[in-house]
T-cell receptor, first 111, second 114 residues
Framework: QQQVKQSPQSLIVQKGGISIINCAYE??????FPWYQQFPGKGPALLIA?????SEKKEGRFTISFNKSAKQFSLHIMDSQPGDSATYFC??????????FGTGTSLTVIP | DSGVTQTPKHLITATGQRVTLRCSPR?????VYWYQQSLDQGLQFLIQ???????AKGNILERFSAQQFPDLHSELNLSSLELGDSALYFC?????????????FGPGTRLTVL
């Protein structure tokens, strides 16, 4: 059973555009929601994370929007750049527990 | 560079064989996590160790086992290998289980079972 559902599977965006990746979860015990970025041949790297007591967190061009009532969260990449082309994973966990990852979104930013 | 090292980088073996994957956590990190990444299953948590003790178990098969040694490096043992075990295996480390914001992944070991 997939604890975290991620969409879309792949995404193609023009340079300068906004990339949006969505995730949904069921377990209300989750209290930590990170996004990871993975380049080919590399391990995932933490990009940005949010806790459910806030509705939005922004770090540079990357923003997480969190909707607790809908049990959904999303990653927005503003002014997308070719260097952002990578696979993005959302995840969720509760205190001290394992991470449950989404299935990943392959993002391609076209110059 | 995350500071987590994994060896070997690539491993090719045959069905029925046994392999050992090795992970050295970042300096100062006591917690080690193992993940399997396959095309159809995505990134799946296998097992977690903290300071030598098993802390949490995920979707780890009985054919798989792991341990964390006194020097904090960890090994993942995969036995009776099947074609479906072909995947990328990642190790991650963090200072403690509660420090979820500092879980750093290694570069992975690509296992191919022929």
């Amino acid at each position: 059973q997939q604890q975290v559902k991620q969409s879309p599977q792949s995404l193609i965006v023009q340079k300068g555009g906004i990339s949006i990746i969505n995730c949904a979860y069921e377990n209300t015990a989750f209290d930590y929601f990170p996004w990871y970025q993975q380049f080919p041949g590399k391990g995932p790297a933490l990009l940005i994370a949010i806790r459910p007591d806030v509705s939005e967190k922004k770090e540079g061009r990357f923003t997480i929007s969190f909707n607790k009532s809908a049990k959904q969260f999303s990653l927005h990449i503003m002014d997308s750049q070719p260097g952002d082309s990578a696979t993005y994973f959302c995840a969720a966990s509760w205190t001290g527990n394992q991470f449950y990852f989404g299935t990943g979104t392959s993002l391609t930013v076209i110059p | 560079d995350s500071g987590v090292t994994q060896t070997p980088k690539h491993l090719i073996t045959a069905t029925g064989q046994r392999v050992t994957l090795r992970c050295s956590p970042r300096s100062g990190d006591l917690s080690v996590y193992w993940y399997q990444q396959s095309l159809d299953q995505g990134l799946q948590f296998l097992i977690q160790y903290y300071n030598g003790e098993e802390r949490a178990k995920g979707n780890i098969l009985e054919r798989f086992s792991a341990q964390q040694f006194p020097d904090l490096h960890s090994e993942l043992n995969l036995s009776s290998l099947e074609l479906g075990d072909s995947a990328l295996y990642f190790c991650a480390s963090s200072p403690s289980p509660g420090r979820r914001d500092t879980q750093y992944f290694g570069p992975g070991t690509r296992l191919t079972v022929l």
